[in-house]
Structure formats: structure tokens, C-alpha cells
């Protein structure tokens, strides 16, 4: 029996848009609008914006939140001293692997926003509401709500311009990673990308007007497809493929992620010590191939004859125009190795798992 897939509230104007649709994580959503590079170009250049109304969004209150919050994820939350700001976390099990990586958003005293991913839903719900006993919090879901990100050097302009006369000051002054609750709906100057723009969480029958009115103002509509090949481009982990509940954040380059010193005992924090202690066996990595090809994900790496790694996501760069690759090997392997890519070796060099930031090589 065929599932009937979820659709987002914007699924008619895409229908409408041309887009090309596809089963992602259980919903139809756009791949793209006919071209997928034109899409990564139209965003680091201009301004696009996608649909991510598939994203999990769900708010946290009551008078143990934070500490709630600070034995859940590997990040502290300690760290929001201002209102609107937001953490990048991953949640880990007690081996240290990582069950998703996610952004909250502190709103006040004892009031959170949580935004998770789409394919990791029903096990990242249960696990946080597992994770809530003996904890005066609750966590409520708030599956109605619509999410668009419009990115790109021109989306502020593009967004600001959207907003009422009240709104527009307020929005205009957020910082990167800040978000702020308008009269339009919840906006955070925050991305998949690594471009400058804003995620806009709206109520349903307030998207597709602000859908149309990016359209007229010169936004283009863009799929999935961009998406991915622009967070690769900007070092940007995917869960499920750069990291999982067998990776713990130490091997997944999200060291920086991890609030290790301070005297709290979050799910997985021996895990972590331990690893350190011993010292950390393998890394992400950046991969740029020095030959014809693509690389993807699950091709293996190797130094003469021992095998050193895979790649864990893989593709070509419009902004490079060449082959990258984020991959996970040996901590001692550095500057270069060679890629197994249809029975041949091709080096590869290998460097930071970065490649693009605001439009620009970095490497």
C-alpha cells in the first residue's frame, strides 16, 4: 500500500510553480523549478527561498526548561543571555552518538523554541519527551505553523521591505543568529546555506501571501536540490549522513557544539570525556577531488593500501565548479589521500569541511 505523503500548505503553488516534487522524509516537496544549479546560483548571488515548512517546530515552557534543556543537549543553553537567541546543539544518547542536531531559540524567561529536522521526528518527540520526566517543562508541537527561508545577499532587503512599519526596525536590527517575534510571525536571521537572510515561521493562512509577495519582489523559489549542494559548500552537516547516533559530535566536526568544562551532566557527557581522554579517532574532513568525477557518499578513502575513510556526503559545486566532499577518516590522515570511485583511485586533498562562506571560496 502506497503512503500518501504530507504536504506543506505552500504544496499548491509549487504545483503551480512547475516544481519538479519528490518523497522527501515522507513529505512531497520541491527538488527544484527546473534547474538546480540555476537555483545555487540565483542564491549566493541573489536571493531565493525555500519551503521548510517539514521542519519541526516545537515550544518549551515552564520553570525547569533551561535545566531541562541543559541535561538534553551537549551545547548549553546558559549561554542565551539575550532575548531572541539562538544555539546550535545536538542531542546525544548516552554513548555519545548523536540522535539530531537542532536550533533553540531562547524567548524569555522559561519559554524556548525548538527547531528539529523532518525525517528524525517521531524518534527526536519521544526521545525529548522521555527526556522530560522529572522536569516541571512542557513540550508541545506546533505542526499547523508554515517555515520559509529566504536567502541570499539580497533577501534582508527582500524581507524587510515586506514588513510593516512597526516590524521593520526590530528585524532589521537582528544580529546573525537572533530571531524576533513581529506582528508577521517569528523571524530568525538564521540559515542552510551560508549566505546572510532569515527563517520566517508564519501561521498557515499568512504563507503563501508572503510566498507571493518574495515572488514580486524578485525571490526566486528554489527546491531541495540547491539546498543541499549549498549547505555542502558551506561545511554545513546533514543528519544522517555526516553524523548519526553511531558518530558522536567530536568525529563530526561540531567540537565547538559541545559545552564540555562547565560541572553539567548532559546525556552522553561521559561519553565525551572519555573519547577526549583517549583521544579522538577519526575526523571530518573536506574533500576536493583532483580529477574527473563526482564523488558521493559511502566511497571509500584510502593511503596506499589502507582504507582511512568514507565520504559521508559528496557532490559537485556549482560555486567551485569541481567535485567536493565532507568524509569522515583517520585523525592522523592529513593533506591528501585517494577516492575509490568505479574501481579507479583519484586523489583527493583534503583540508577544513568548509569550502564557502557569504559567496566566496574559503580554500
Known amino acids: 500500500m502506497t503512503q500518501t505523503l ?57 520553570t525547569d526548561a533551561k535545566r531541562y534543556l541543559q541535561q538534553l543537549l551537549a551545547n548549553d543553553v546558559d549561554r542565551l543571555q539575550t532575548i531572541g537567541k539562538a544555539l546550535y546543539s545536538c542531542m546525544l544518547n548516552p554513548q555519545g552518538g548523536v540522535i539530531d542536531d537542532l536550533i533553540v531559540y531562547w524567548l524569555g524567561e ?15 518527540l519521544a526521545w525529548m519527551q522521555q527526556q522530560l520526566e522529572g522536569f516541571e517543562a512542557i513540550l508541545e508541537e506546533q505542526p499547523n505553523l508554515a517555515m520559509v527561508a529566504v536567502q541570499g545577499p539580497e533577501a534582508r532587503n527582500a524581507v524587510l521591505n515586506w514588513l510593516s512599519k512597526d516590524s521593520l526596525p526590530v528585524v532589521e536590527a537582528l ?36 510566498w507571493q509577495a518574495m515572488i514580486d519582489a524578485g525571490v526566486a523559489p528554489c527546491g531541495l536540490g540547491a539546498r543541499d549542494t549549498l549547505r555542502l559548500e558551506a561545511g554545513m552537516m546533514l543528519y ?11 568525529e563530526s566536526a561540531l567540537s565547538w557544539t559541545v559545552a564540555l568544562n562547565e560541572n553539567r551532566p548532559f546525556n552522553g ?14 575526523k571530518l574532513a ?5 580529477g574527473k568525477g563526482v564523488m558521493r557518499s559511502q566511497q571509500k578513502l584510502f593511503v596506499g593500501d589502507r582504507q582511512v575513510g568514507e565520504i559521508t556526503s559528496g557532490g559537485f559545486s556549482p560555486t567551485l565548479n569541481r ?34 562562506r557569504d559567496g566566496k571560496p574559503v580554500q
Request: net charge negative; charged share 25%.
Open 6 to 62: 504530507k504536504k506543506t500548505v505552500l504544496n499548491e503553488a509549487h504545483k503551480r510553480a512547475g516544481a519538479r516534487l519528490v518523497d522527501f522524509s515522507g513529505w512531497e516537496m520541491p527538488l527544484h523549478y527546473g534547474s538546480q544549479v540555476e537555483e545555487h546560483h540565483t542564491i549566493r548571488q541573489k536571493a531565493g527561498m525555500f519551503d521548510v515548512s517539514h521542519m519541526v517546530v516545537s515550544d518549551l515552557h515552564g
Open 110 to 124: 522559561n519559554n524556548y523554541r525548538i527547531v528539529t529536522n523532518a525525517g528524525t521526528r517521531d524518534g527526536d
Open 175 to 210: 544580529e546573525r543568529f537572533v530571531a524576533a517575534t513581529v506582528k508577521e510571525g517569528f523571524i530568525a536571521r538564521t540559515g542552510y546555506t551560508g549566505e546572510d537572510g532569515f527563517e520566517l515561521v508564519l501561521a498557515p493562512e499568512d504563507a503563501e501571501p508572503f
Open 240 to 250: 544522517g549522513s555526516d553524523m548519526d547516533t553511531t558518530t558522536t559530535p567530536l
Open 269 to 282: 557527557h561521559s561519553a565525551l570525556e572519555q573519547q577526549k581522554a583517549e583521544g579522538i579517532p577519526r
Open 286 to 290: 573536506g574533500l576536493k577531488l583532483e
Open 323 to 356: 567535485t567536493i566532499a565532507l568524509a569522515r577518516i583517520t585523525s592522523d590522515v592529513e593533506n591528501s589521500c585517494e577516492v575509490e570511485m568505479r574501481g579507479k583511485r583519484i586523489p583527493v586533498t583534503i583540508g577544513r569541511p568548509l569550502f564557502v
